[in-house]
């Protein structure tokens, strides 16, 4: 509070003592015009004291509840993971699902977000691979989230790898252990259509192998 104000307000306090002693002692004896002098006074110093006390120190509360940040808030441990990734701080970010991983067994997105750093960032193949492998195999995931892992993971020996075998395995594998996840009705597709192709092509081998036998023999 600035001095000026403080000043202000001593004497608006000391106005209205003044004006309430002398009117409490000789109200009675004062003509109309005197009373209403008073009762202006009075209601000056009062309105400075609403004013240069009251009503700031109102606002400041007011303003404090509505605008202030509260102390215990954190910001979101995803947001400041996302945040290392976009400024290419990838072994942090790692660092940071891991935290979160860690915190929330249950929670299969820190997995996935580590496997996508590895694989599309530090262009890590195997080490993705590894970490949905470990993730499998070190945690009771519901049938819906093992079967996620699994798909994800065949996808990622079928077209980094380019491992057809073992992306076929993987497949029914959710096929057979999870039979009632939407997962599996992918698998399902996804199975077919790399039959589908490995069949093409083996005919498609066929063919050329017979084309070129034809044209040794002509």
Same mark, same amino acid.
């Given at each position: 509070? =600035? ?48 004013? +240069?006390?009251?009503?700031? =120190?109102?606002? #400041? ?25 976009? $400024? ?29 750093? $590895? ?6 193949? #195997? ?43 993987? +497949? ?18 996804? +199975? ?6 490995? =069949? ?15 044209? +040794?023999?002509?």
């Amino acid at each position: 509070m =600035s001095n000026k104000k403080l000043i202000l307000i001593l004497i608006s306090i000391s106005v209205t003592v003044l004006t309430a002693w002398s009117i409490n002692s000789k109200w009675d004896e004062w003509e109309i015009g005197s009373k209403f002098v008073a009762t202006f006074f009075i209601a000056i110093a009062l309105g400075l004291f609403v004013v +240069l006390v009251m009503l700031p =120190s109102l606002a #400041d509360k007011v303003g404090a509840f509505f605008f202030s940040a509260p102390e215990k808030i954190q910001p979101d441990p995803l947001i400041k993971a996302a945040a290392k990734v976009s $400024q290419g701080d990838y072994d942090g970010a790692i660092k940071a699902y891991l935290a979160i991983a860690s915190e929330e067994p249950e929670n299969r997105f820190p997995i996935f977000e580590i496997a996508k750093i $590895q694989q599309d960032h530090l262009r890590d193949v #195997d080490a993705a691979i590894e970490t949905f492998e470990n993730s499998l195999e070190n945690t009771e995931w519901p049938e819906n989230d093992a079967a996620a892992i699994m798909f994800r993971l065949q996808q990622i020996y079928l077209e980094s790898k380019e491992d057809e075998e073992h992306a076929k395995a993987l +497949l029914q594998q959710i096929i057979d252990s999870f039979p009632n996840t939407r997962h599996s009705a992918n698998a399902h597709h996804r +199975l077919n259509e790399i039959n589908n192709v490995s =069949s093409a092509s083996a005919h498609a081998n066929i063919g050329c192998a017979a084309l070129h036998s034809a044209a +040794l023999h002509i």
